[in-house]
């Protein structure tokens, strides 16, 4: 089965979700690619106060993204897994942009963010955005991203909840 993995990241956390789990599904005998999808102009810090950043995020709803290497053909894939830093409760402007554009069938989505965050809302925002619930949604905080033995565990959550959907089991 060949999953597509796309993400944005800026400070490196949503990265590292991205890596671990990349490697632990291809582990699991997934074959998986990974794209990284960038703003045209990437944000400059202070993030907090770009407010280029904050309007994007909040008022335009993403912004124009290029793919770090190749643009991913969506069709060749059995699932797509989509990850994005929460920035001020919501998704990512490229996260945004790329689940508008892009027409995503089997979707799940994984956030990371300081704070607990309510996967239910993730779940509206990714809907009113692409018009499909996804599959699974799941946020990771960053101490757990910080701990590598949380971290591990929550990969181990991560595809275990995935290997369900796609087997078409309950979760
Ligand atoms: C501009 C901005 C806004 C953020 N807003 C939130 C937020 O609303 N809630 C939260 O818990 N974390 C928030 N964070 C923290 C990030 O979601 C968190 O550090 C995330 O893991 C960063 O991902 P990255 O390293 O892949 O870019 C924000 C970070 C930035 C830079």
């Known amino acids: 089965m060949r999953i597509a ?3 944005y990241s800026r400070t490196g956390y949503t990265e590292r979700i991205v890596d671990e789990l990349g490697l632990y599904l291809k582990n699991e005998g997934f074959m998986v690619d990974v794209y990284k ?3 045209v102009r990437e944000y400059s810090k202070p993030l907090h106060l ?3 950043l904050i309007y994007d995020t909040l008022v335009k709803r993403g912004t124009d993204i290029r793919f ?3 643009e991913p053909k969506l069709n060749d894939y059995s699932a797509v897994i989509v990850a994005s830093p929460i920035w001020i409760g919501m998704l990512s402007p490229p996260v945004q942009e790329f689940l508008r554009k ?3 069938a089997r979707l799940m989505i994984v956030t990371t963010s300081i704070q607990s965050i309510r996967v239910d ?3 509206k925002i990714v809907e009113k955005l692409c018009g499909a619930k996804p599959l699974i949604c799941v946020n990771i905080r960053d101490a757990t991203i ?3 033995v949380k971290l591990r565990e929550a990969i181990e959550d991560i595809a275990k909840k995935f290997k369900a959907i796609v087997k078409g089991e309950d979760i």
Do not use: L
């Open 5 to 7: 993995i796309v993400y």
């Open 68 to 70: 770090e290497h190749s």
């Open 121 to 123: 809302k993730i779940e």
């Open 102 to 104: 892009y027409t995503v």
């Open 146 to 148: 910080r701990n590598s």
């Open 37 to 39: 999808v960038i703003p």
């Open 50 to 52: 770009n407010p280029r």
